[in-house]
C-alpha cells in the first residue's frame, strides 16, 4: 500500500492524516514530473456533523454591521495607502507628491493586511471575495474624490452588480 493524504471534514474544520489503504482508488495529480496522490472515501468525507450545530455560522444585523464595517475600514486602508503610494511615484495631472508619501503609504498597507482578520466569518477566501465588490464600488468613489475621476455609467452598472454579486456570496445560508 501507499501512505495517502486523506482529508477528513468534520464540522466545518479540515483534518487531515496518513493513511495507508490499498482498497482506495488514488488519482495522480502531475504537476512539475511529481505526482501526489490524494484519496478522499466517502465514508470519511463529512461536512456537517449532524449531532454538533455549534460551529455553524450565522448572520445577525450586529454581525452584517461589524463586517460591512470592516470591509469599508480595509477598504479605506488599502485605497488610501495604494493612492499615497501612487502619488508618491506617478502623481496625477503632473504633480507628484513627496517621498514619505510613498513611504506612509507603505505603513497604512501593511496595517491593512491585518484589518480582514477582525471579520467574524472564517472563509479566508469568501472573505477576500466578498471584500473584492467593496473595493472596487470604493475605488471609484474615492478615485473621484481624492483625484476627481468622476465614475461613468459602466462604473457605475459594473459597481451595482459586483456588490449584488458579493452580498449574495456574504449573506447566502449556509450549514
Keep these: 500500500g501507499f ?8 464540522a466545518s474544520r479540515i483534518q487531515t492524516r496518513t493513511d495507508i ?12 514530473n511529481t505526482t501526489f496522490m490524494m484519496s478522499v472515501p466517502s465514508d ?13 455560522f450565522e448572520w445577525s444585523a450586529l454581525k452584517i454591521a461589524w ?6 475600514i480595509a477598504g479605506l486602508a488599502e485605497i488610501f495607502g495604494g493612492w499615497m503610494v501612487w502619488a508618491a511615484i506617478r502623481g496625477n495631472k503632473d504633480v507628484t507628491k513627496p517621498w514619505w508619501f510613498a513611504l506612509i503609504g507603505s505603513l497604512i498597507l501593511v496595517l491593512y493586511g491585518f484589518i480582514p482578520c ?18 472596487i464600488v470604493m475605488s471609484f468613489l474615492l478615485g473621484w474624490a481624492l483625484d476627481g475621476d468622476q465614475p461613468d455609467l459602466g462604473d457605475v452598472v459594473g459597481g451595482v452588480i459586483a456588490m449584488v454579486g458579493v452580498l449574495v456570496v456574504m449573506l447566502w445560508p449556509r450549514g
Design 67 to 72: 463586517a460591512i464595517s470592516i470591509f469599508i
Design 3 to 10: 501512505p495517502v493524504l486523506t482529508v477528513l471534514c468534520h
Design 118 to 135: 477582525a471579520q467574524p466569518m472564517d472563509s479566508f477566501g469568501r472573505i477576500y471575495a466578498v471584500y473584492g465588490g467593496f473595493f
Design 21 to 32: 489503504n490499498e482498497q482506495t482508488h488514488h488519482t495522480p495529480y502531475i504537476r512539475s
Design 44 to 56: 470519511d468525507l463529512k461536512l456537517i456533523d449532524e449531532d454538533d450545530k455549534s460551529d455553524t
